[in-house]
């Protein structure tokens, strides 16, 4: 019996805007306590597990996809601000967001 854990890399969008970051995976049949979000150095690291299992009295007959444990990490741009970093999970879509370092915004300077 094979007993090591299979992850899938889930499907992942990570965007630029003049604020910060925003990075958003995909975690269908995923729960929030089954979520485990961190950062390693300049690495964010993500693992998310899947618990689901048949309902009692059920026998799968087909199945055209797997509820699937995911696994991911992504290395974080030198101007996101990991302290001010938010995760949020809701209809199986992850979305963190961090905003950039203060000192690399771009400053207008009045001119007088």
Do not use: C, W
């Not at 007993?3 to 049949?29: H, I, M, R, W």
């Not at 961190?38 to 026998?59: C, D, I, M, W």
């Not at 055209?64 to 809701?90: C, I, N, Q, R």
Request: zero cysteines; aromatic letters at 6%.
């Amino acid at each position: 019996m094979n007993t090591e854990e299979k992850f899938t890399v889930p499907s992942t969008q990570f965007v630029e805007n003049p604020d910060g970051y925003v990075l958003k995976a995909l975690l269908p049949g995923i729960a929030k306590e089954d979520t485990e979000l961190h950062v390693e150095g300049r690495t964010l690291v993500l693992k998310a597990k899947s618990h689901y299992q048949n309902p009692a009295g059920f026998r799968q007959v087909a199945a055209e996809f797997e509820h699937e444990s995911y696994a991911m990490s992504a290395d974080l741009p030198e101007m996101a601000d990991v302290g001010t970093m938010t995760a949020k999970l809701e209809n199986g879509l992850l979305t963190v967001t961090i905003k950039k370092r203060p000192e690399t915004q771009p400053k207008k300077i009045e001119i007088l």
